[in-house]
């Protein structure tokens, strides 16, 4: 009897030893040249939000319209709609001079809805970033709305290869951003 819990212990931690290893991903823009310039006086509230799935660390690849396959062993180093923020906020700070991350706006306050839709590898060797943005004057007044939607071909096939290819469709939606926004506020 002792013997045979001691087999089965020796295959479980077996089993256990065999698991793939966990990796971690993280997406890397270019340094941005906005730093050294004078930021205009306004107030911005980001708002970012996104499917549940884009709130969860899983690096995702849509197999079809239908089905989202979410990786177990490869992850991002936080959320897509973290990082996501994370990189708007940093990128309006550079221009303008009061920006917040947050769902409650000051009264003057712009306030830049983003609506992440895709974050993802899509199919083989492609992968996919897909958002809204529109900003708000502080009166509750559109004043501009773009759709985003990036599809790059990736160099490699693995997460790595996502995190390269969504890095540099997420700078280049950025830059678009920041391009439409300059002219209204």
Not at 85 to 95: H, K, N, P, Q, T
Request: glycine residues 4%.
């Amino acid at each position: 009897m002792m013997r045979r819990g001691f087999i089965l212990l020796g295959v479980f931690l077996m089993a256990a030893c065999s698991m793939p290893e966990t990796k971690i991903y993280s997406l890397h823009l270019p340094g941005d040249n906005n730093k050294a310039q004078v930021r205009k006086q306004a107030m911005i509230t980001l708002r970012v939000q996104s499917p549940r799935y884009l709130a969860q660390p899983y690096i995702a690849h849509r197999i079809s319209p239908y089905q989202l396959d979410i990786s177990r062993y490869a992850k991002w180093d936080s959320a897509p709609v973290e990082m996501v923020r994370e990189i708007l906020r940093d990128s309006l700070s550079g221009v303008y001079q009061d920006v917040k991350a947050s769902n409650l706006a000051a009264e003057s306050s712009f306030v830049l809805n983003i609506n992440l839709k895709r974050f993802e590898r899509v199919e083989e060797s492609y992968a996919e970033l897909a958002f809204d943005a529109v900003l708000y004057s502080p009166e509750g007044k559109e004043l501009y709305r773009i759709e985003e939607r990036k599809k790059v071909q990736l160099d490699t096939k693995d997460p790595a290869g996502a995190a390269k290819g969504l890095s540099a469709a997420l700078s280049e939606s950025v830059k678009e951003v920041l391009a439409g926004l300059a002219s209204k506020i």
